[in-house]
């Protein structure tokens, strides 16, 4: 609590260590966390959102968008944290004999796990360890190297979240994923830490006194990890969940650590009705996908899932983001608001890449649900012209091939053109251009907008065509079969050009 | 080049009209590797500038040229050999047109002379014009041994076979569409 723990940036752009006490009492000074690893970073948002709902539920009891208004304009109420996390000190400390936090005491004695440690690798989403391959980080399992307990505390809470389901082998044989495992978790984001904080907070509701946190449960039982799946008490739940039970082994000094026990957690059931309110979904063909980061998918391709979306139609935007909006609008606020996407996709249990990426959507997208309708209609109409294009390449590429009327020359030709550079060329020249139309559509300028969008399409679909010409070569055969392609080419560019362009013929 | 180019075609031109003998020197000079015929020698090496080396892509170019002109000597404004060439294959309706169109888009340097001879000996059956000064620029071109690479891969040989398959087969479609 006191020590010194939290990479914080100040506003001026210094990047310090502080412990909680000190982060709220000067989260006004703060512009946000400073972890490098996304599903970290996340984790600690989580984990100071649950102090800071825990401390006003039982300093205040209820509260309203008014008083959350008021604290997101003046500061935080650094009393009634500092009076909630003094009560509960005792809980905070790492190694606890009783209450460690975050973790189950109970693994020193028990039968399963008493005699048996692992390497704190385990617990580190960026280790590779077991049977992870090994890519940047080259620490062997049977002799681990220690790391200052800090360090491992901020790993094994990005861990409890983001830990993918499956083989545990300890108290049961394979165990649930964390609340937030495979997803793209989206965090609202105010100029300071405070207003950030204030932002993403979850509202109070009638039952907050069953929606604990963990520290503030009793200490952990091993019946209770064997037990069955249970579904959060709320969202202080989620966001401390054990979901996997970890208890670190101090090193002689007290301040490394090199092994922990293990063992499956407190796993937590899935509910349909609650999603967790970072995750957003968007329409996939068979209902509701959640969002996560895909490869060969941008991100911003799936920007209008985080807007209000009335139909429903389309997508789920995060809960949180919806609290945070109505929070803007008591205080007034009009400009854009800063959305951190953040988290960890894995598949099974292989963990595949983390990102963290920043938007700014202006106001009236977060607002008003036609905005977000205009901006779903300007991505659909670039995700069309690339299948139309994808179309076109397949065939281009299918024809410069060997043998184009076997069957399966033109699977082939599609993974040519998947494993090539024409998708990215395609979506990032988008990209470049996405800012300049949130702004133009957040000013309601959609004449401007359209005009913008079609440019910029243009541009793009210019690119990705030249590299699908390249990616064929110049043989005779692919130049018959680049021009035999082209009208297909040709008529996707047409909508796109300004009218007195459109006779223009190019010829190289 | 265009001035000098339109000079030479002028000159042919002449030729066909008023020296017989001049055009079947050219036409015989086709049947061996350009500028390796003396007899065509006084009818071309005039246009060859002083300072280029017997090997010189644009020499080759008008000994090319002026061979194919003595087979075909109609001069036609504006019809690219390829689009000739397309018209040709829209009119016979014949796969063999397009297999030799395609065969020459892949030939070599050295095979090219021998494939376009065959090329125009067909569009002169048929009775086609082409376009001697632009066949003259691609040519100068696609024989130069220094070709330099753009920064997309392309060099300019490649420019001239790519218009060439553009010329060919959007006579394709323009007949069917």
């Known amino acids: 609590m006191d020590e010194p723990w939290l990479p ?27 972890e490098t690893d996304p599903p970290n970073l996340i984790a600690q948002y989580r984990l100071l959102l649950a102090i800071f709902h825990r401390a006003l539920a039982q300093g205040k009891g209820q509260w309203s968008s008014r008083d959350m208004a008021g604290y997101y304009r003046e500061g935080l109420p650094a009393d009634l944290i500092h009076a909630y996390l003094e009560q509960w000190r005792e809980r905070f400390f ?12 109970a693994l020193a004695t028990a039968e399963e796990t008493r005699d048996k440690t692992k390497p704190w690798t385990q617990i580190a989403l960026s280790s590779s360890t077991g049977n992870a391959p090994v890519v940047f980080d080259h620490a062997v399992d049977t002799a681990p190297i220690s790391i200052a307990a800090p360090t491992l505390l901020r790993q094994l809470l990005g861990f409890l979240q983001f830990t993918p389901g499956g083989l545990v082998k300890t108290l049961r044989d394979s165990d649930k994923a964390g609340a937030l495992a495979n997803t793209a978790a989206a965090m609202p984001q105010g100029h300071s830490l405070a207003q950030t904080l204030c932002l993403a907070l979850h509202p109070a509701s009638a039952d907050m006194g069953k929606d604990l ?7 952990l039982a091993i019946s209770a990890l064997k037990g069955e799946p249970t579904l959060a008490t709320g969202p202080n739940d989620r966001y401390t969940r054990l979901s996997r039970a970890v208890l670190l082994l101090p090193e002689g000094d007290g ?9 499956a957690g407190l796993a937590l059931a899935d509910d349909e009705h609650a999603p967790d309110s970072m995750a957003s979904y968007r329409m996939g063909s068979n209902g509701l996908v959640r969002l996560s980061f895909t490869e060969g998918r941008a991100l911003w391709r799936d920007l209008a899932t985080f807007l209000p979306d009335a139909g429903g139609k389309h997508a789920l935007p995060a809960a949180v983001l919806s609290w945070a909006e109505k929070l803007r609008q008591p205080i007034g606020q009009t400009s854009a608001m800063s959305i951190l996407v953040a988290g960890l996709a894995s598949d099974q249990a292989k963990l595949l890449r983390w990102r963290a990426e920043r938007f700014v959507l202006p106001c009236r997208l977060l607002e008003q649900a036609e905005a977000a309708d205009e901006l779903r209609d300007f991505l659909r109409r670039s995700e069309e012209d690339f299948s139309g294009l994808r179309q076109a390449a397949t065939t281009l590429l299918a024809r410069s091939m060997p043998d184009e009327s076997h069957k399966d020359t033109r699977s082939r030709a599609r993974t040519l053109l998947d494993n090539g550079p024409a998708a ?3 979506f990032s020249a988008l990209e470049r251009q996405l800012p300049r139309l949130l702004d133009l559509i957040g000013e309601s300028r959609l004449d401007e907008a359209d005009a913008h969008w079609n440019d910029a399409r243009h541009v793009a679909l210019e690119q990705a065509w030249a590299a699908v010409c390249r990616q064929s070569g110049t043989t005779a055969k692919a130049l018959r079969a680049q021009t035999r392609a082209e009208p297909a080419y040709r008529s996707l560019l047409k909508p796109l050009r300004p009218q007195s362009s459109v006779e223009e013929q190019v010829h190289v | ?6 000079d030479f075609i002028l000159h042919l031109e002449q030729l066909a009209e008023c020296d017989r003998g001049a055009l079947a020197a050219l036409r015989r000079s086709a049947s061996f590797p350009p500028g390796a015929y003396p007899p065509a020698f006084p009818y071309v090496e005039r246009f060859v500038p002083a300072d280029s080396h017997a090997d010189d892509s644009f020499r080759l170019a008008l000994y090319v040229s002026a061979g194919l002109f003595a087979l075909l000597p109609r001069h036609q404004a504006g019809q690219s050999l390829a689009a000739a060439f397309g018209k040709l294959w829209q009119h016979r309706k014949s796969d063999s047109v397009e297999k030799r169109f395609i065969a020459l888009l892949d030939a070599e340097p050295e095979q090219l002379p021998n494939y376009l001879r065959q090329a125009v000996t067909l569009l002169a ?11 003259l620029r691609d040519l100068n071109y696609w024989l130069s041994p220094w070709q330099r690479e753009q920064y997309d891969g392309t060099t300019s040989r490649d420019k ?3 218009n060439w398959a553009r010329d060919f087969y959007r006579q394709h479609e323009t007949e069917q569409g």
Do not use: C
């Open chain 2, 160 to 162: 001239v076979r790519r």
């Open chain 1, 94 to 105: 790492l190694f606890h004999p009783e209450f460690p936090f975050m973790q189950v005491a």
């Open chain 2, 1 to 6: 080049m265009s001035e000098h180019a339109q």
């Open chain 1, 255 to 263: 301040l490394t650590v090199a092994r922990i026990r293990f063992a």
């Open chain 1, 8 to 34: 914080v940036r100040r506003l001026d752009g210094r990047v310090e260590m502080v412990g909680l006490l000190e982060l709220f009492a000067r989260a006004g000074e703060i512009s946000g966390l400073a």
């Open chain 2, 125 to 135: 059956a048929d009775g086609y014009g082409l376009d001697y000064q632009a066949l």
């Open chain 1, 424 to 426: 990215a060329l395609y």
């Open chain 1, 213 to 219: 946190p963990t520290w503030e449960k009793g200490p």
